[in-house]
């Protein structure tokens, strides 16, 4: 079946530096979802993106839609402690809604 | 506006007992969601409802789990005999409707799913 893999699994950096993290799937979609999930609560929506080549921006973080339609990518600017967290990117496999999530990406900041 | 609501928040129940969850959707909303998240993993869809029909159930181990959503607002799941490998979180999403719109411009807008904080199973 469809497989979404995220890396790096885990990434442990200093506060204010930059952050990256991919998504890759061996099928298209046209649409890619990152959301972030804090300790203890359920994942929160982060950034959708609809269009190849899409780049979208929510303050500190962008991210782009791959022009292959297979993969998507996560940029965190300049990271401050509360970025630590799980992201996860998830895309819809069929027309009901039914998402699929990568395994995620863990972040940590050292202040 | 308040969020997805579920109880318990944590369980922790011995294998074979019996478990259910709880879950109250944004109001308005009616698509809810099941997803199972296993430590290290992410979230993955049990059961999906629209209104009060199921819409999707292709990954419920139905020998074991049901869920019901009977007058289309809250939500049930449960799990009976639990199994060691049903240590997981339970979360809940939901979202004003499952349609998925095309658009000519090549891709459609996939309606928000909004999560609660989920339920933490631990099967001893």
């Known amino acids: 079946g469809q497989q979404l893999n995220q890396s790096p699994q885990s990434m442990f950096i200093q506060e204010g530096e930059d952050v990256s993290m991919n998504c890759t799937s061996s099928?298209?979609?046209?649409?890619w979802l990152w959301y972030k999930q804090d300790p203890g609560e359920g994942p929160v929506l982060l950034i959708a993106l609809y269009k190849a080549g899409e780049l979208t921006s929510n303050g500190r973080l962008t991210a782009q839609f791959g022009i292959t339609r297979k993969d998507s990518f996560l940029n965190i600017s300049a990271s401050i402690p509360s970025d630590v967290g799980i992201y996860f990117c998830a895309g819809p496999y069929n027309q009901g809604g039914k998402l699929i999530f990568g395994q995620g990406t863990e972040l940590s900041v050292k202040p | 506006e308040a969020g997805v609501a579920q109880s318990p928040r944590y369980k922790i129940i011995e294998k074979r007992q019996s478990v259910a969850f709880w879950c109250n959707p944004i109001s308005g909303h009616a698509t809810l969601y099941w997803y199972q998240q296993i430590l290290g993993q992410g979230p993955k869809l049990l059961i999906q409802f629209q209104n009060n029909g199921v819409v999707d159930d292709s990954q419920l181990p139905k020998d074991r789990f049901s869920a019901e959503r009977l007058k289309g607002v809250d939500s049930t799941l449960k799990i009976q005999p639990a199994k060691l490998e049903d240590s997981a979180v339970y979360l809940c999403?939901?979202?004003?409707?499952?349609?998925?719109?095309?658009?000519?411009?090549?891709?459609?807008?996939?309606?928000?799913?909004?999560f609660g904080p989920g339920t933490r199973l631990l099967v001893l």
């Open positions: 099928s298209i979609f046209n649409t």
């Open positions: 999403a939901s979202s004003l409707e499952y349609s998925y719109r095309f658009s000519r411009l090549g891709g459609g807008k996939q309606e928000t799913q909004y």
